[in-house]
């Protein structure tokens, strides 16, 4: 009698269960597929130097150079995912002077890998406005990967004197766009 | 292995926790709905679960989306459910996990027969597990910033928890007049491994610049506590984790206090009150505590040239680090036990033993029984509250049945059933909710299980 009342009951609880469950066909093993490809905006270099900085002591400095750490690449994760890297300038001159500005890619043998050039013309009163964009992929992300620091050369070219007094300015904005795929 | 980690990260970022236990609740053919209310009007002269086999239950939730939304078989690119999944979502949804096995469990009448006194105790292993979708890191890591100019990505979206522990518990249940039982409960916790980041905050965001291309910012103030768990995680370790888990079980983790309150009221004798809060307690975790933060603000501005002719190279990568250092610190803390407030209101009626018997009340009598529950538990951010109607019936003298119907944040159509049935002393209960999903499980947002084996040597309020 028990076991009759055992199994009705055990029955009754346990057959809706094996007769209206079901579960629509899944497949876990699609977590392999992930795939993340996030885009990346940042910041990439910037100055701002006025005319009466190309001027001192009454003398013109036809030459600015400096050399900043670049060392992004340091980290293990970016140098593994990172799969195309954008550098887009854009420089502004109102200066009655033409320039020439490089960055250089500088390995860690210091040796220049990759120069990008952009040659400003002289303003004539309004401002011009250069810009440029550097696309690095296959062989040469290879050389951006491969920088440990960014020099910056900007060459002033003859014309009119400078002054201490003179007006005017040259700017630099610039950014990196950085597409990462992480599988 | 990074994708796993990936892939876990997303789950933890999409959960939440419900201990809801609706049907258990005021179930009181069975043992363990002492365990939600200590105060439960349920006599015995003494009990025994089989011991693991007492009280099993389990309960996964997720308020934002489904196996199936995930993981379908359909053909169709596992990134793009992904992208619909967090498109559906808000950071408000959660996914939790609770599960609760009952090592053993007992109790017994002390005093004479004329006494209602009882003592109920056990020991159980809880895993808790609750977490909010962080969706705006989730939109950061799939997306990025670049089409999110002007979005401030904001921290506090990352908040979860998540704990290991055993529960020892005694508890004792009186009828202090004849309408009114109370019980109260006192818990020993031992926590064999916890890992809680519940209160961080920071942003990051991008917006268009004046000298600069990009105005950029980034400022945390993010911690993540864990203890018991850096033995587990360190590949150096030679820790035995089983054995290492059954020592914590056993009291030899971080150890916290907490307690239960409940009564029973019988206002009129068909009609019925409860009400009972639960885990009012805390643990300290001194041992093995790894507690990281990530505290700062770092302004970026890039790479930039000093034209200054001197030389002083600075490292961008060092400068970030530096003004938001991951920092690891090996002091003490505390973290409160998600406490769980119940109530009911029960109206009982078809009085089996004829309407003048002047016996102790108890609503065991009654062939039919409806109420209401509400239950209220704490989490990191709101409440968690859920809404139940029921319907009891003692279908045989052996066979008690109690159907639920639930409201909560998960669904709103949450069916369920209980069962509880006495073959001689030997008692067994099984309890399911949201019956309709069913149907196709996969597509389920939440679900709950319990079922457990005991036996009970019934209270016969006779001298002998």
Redesign the interface.
């Known amino acids: 009698m028990i076991k009759y009342h055992l199994y009705t009951i055990l029955g009754t609880i346990l057959l809706p269960f094996f007769l209206f469950s079901c579960s629509s066909d899944l497949d876990f093993n699609q977590a392999n597929d992930l795939r993340l490809e996030p885009v990346i905006v940042g910041n990439l270099t910037y100055f701002d130097i006025a005319a009466h900085q190309f001027v001192e002591n009454g003398v013109e400095k036809n030459l600015l150079f400096d050399a900043q750490d670049f060392d992004v690449f340091r980290d293990s994760f970016l140098r593994q995912n990172l799969k195309r890297a954008d550098f887009s300038f854009e420089i502004t001159n109102t200066i009655n002077r033409s320039y020439s500005f490089d960055l250089n890619l500088i390995d860690q043998n210091d040796a220049v890998i990759y120069t990008i050039r952009m040659d400003v013309p002289a303003s004539n009163g309004t401002a011009v406005i250069i810009d440029k964009t550097e696309i690095f992929e296959n062989a040469k992300l290879e050389l951006l990967k491969a920088s440990r620091r960014l020099e910056f050369v900007l060459v002033m070219a003859a014309g009119p004197a400078l002054s201490e007094n003179s007006l005017g300015s040259l700017k630099l904005k610039s950014h990196a766009t950085v597409y990462l795929v992480i599988e | 292995m990074?994708?796993?980690y990936?892939?876990l990260l997303l789950l933890i970022s999409i959960s939440g926790l419900s201990q809801n236990k609706q049907i258990l609740y005021n179930f009181t053919s069975v043992p363990q709905s002492l365990s939600t209310n200590p105060g439960a009007d349920f006599k015995y002269n003494y009990y025994f679960g089989v011991p693991l086999l007492s009280g099993i239950s389990l309960n996964v939730g997720s308020t934002g989306f489904s196996?199936?939304d995930l993981?379908?078989?359909?053909g169709v690119?596992?990134?793009l459910?992904?992208r619909n999944v967090l498109a559906s979502t808000s950071r408000k949804d959660k996914v939790s996990i609770n599960e609760q096995i009952e090592l053993f469990t007992g109790g017994f009448k002390v005093g004479d027969w004329q006494d209602h006194a009882y003592v109920s105790f056990g020991m159980y292993q809880e895993f808790d597990f609750l977490s909010y979708m962080p969706k705006d890191l989730a939109i950061?890591?799939?997306?990025?910033?670049?089409?999110h100019?002007g979005k401030v990505f904001n921290f506090a979206d990352l908040n979860l928890k998540t704990e290991m522990l055993s529960v020892l518990h005694i508890g004792y249940n009186k009828n202090i007049r004849e309408n009114l039982i109370v019980g109260a409960r006192g818990k020993i916790y031992s926590s064999i491994f916890n890992a809680t980041s519940t209160n961080n905050s920071g942003y990051i965001y991008?917006n268009l610049?004046t000298?600069?291309?990009?105005e950029?910012v980034i400022y945390s103030n993010s911690q993540l506590n864990t203890s018991g768990i850096s033995a587990y995680i360190d590949e150096d370790s030679d820790v035995d984790t089983v054995s290492d888990i059954q020592k914590k079980t056993l009291l030899g983790g971080n150890l916290g206090l907490g307690f239960d309150l409940g009564f029973t009221y019988y206002p009129k004798k068909n009609i019925q009150i409860t009400a009972s809060v639960l885990d009012v307690g805390f643990i300290k975790h001194s041992k093995e505590v790894e507690r990281f933060t990530y505290k700062g603000l770092y302004k970026?501005?890039?790479?930039?040239?000093?034209?200054?002719g001197v030389?002083d190279?600075?490292?961008?990568?060092?400068e970030f680090k530096d003004a938001i250092p991951l920092d690891t610190i090996y002091t003490k803390y505390t973290t409160w036990r998600p406490a769980k407030f119940n109530a009911s209101y029960q109206y009982s009626f078809n009085d089996s033993r004829g309407a003048d018997c002047n016996c102790i009340n108890n609503d065991a009598a009654y062939k039919n029984a409806v109420g209401a529950q509400l239950f209220v538990m704490t989490a990191p951010r709101a409440p968690i509250m859920a809404l139940t109607g029921y319907y009891r019936r003692n279908v045989l003298d052996?066979?008690q049945l109690k159907a639920t119907y639930t409201v909560d944040s998960y669904s709103f159509t949450n069916i369920g059933l209980g069962?509880s049935?006495n073959?001689?002393k030997f008692n067994?209960y099984?309890l399911?909710d949201n019956?309709l999903e069913?149907?196709?499980?996969?597509?389920a947002n939440s679900l709950s299980f319990q079922f457990g084996l005991n036996f009970i040597f019934e209270d016969n309020n006779e001298p002998f």
């Open positions: 990074r994708k796993a990936l892939i196996t199936y993981f379908a078989n359909d690119d596992f990134n459910k992904m950061l890591a799939l997306d990025g910033n670049k089409d100019i991008t610049g000298s600069t291309a990009y950029q970026y501005e890039g790479v930039n040239p000093s034209f200054n030389d190279p600075r490292s961008i990568y060092q052996n066979l069962l049935t073959i001689g067994m099984v399911a019956l069913y149907r196709d499980i996969s597509k």
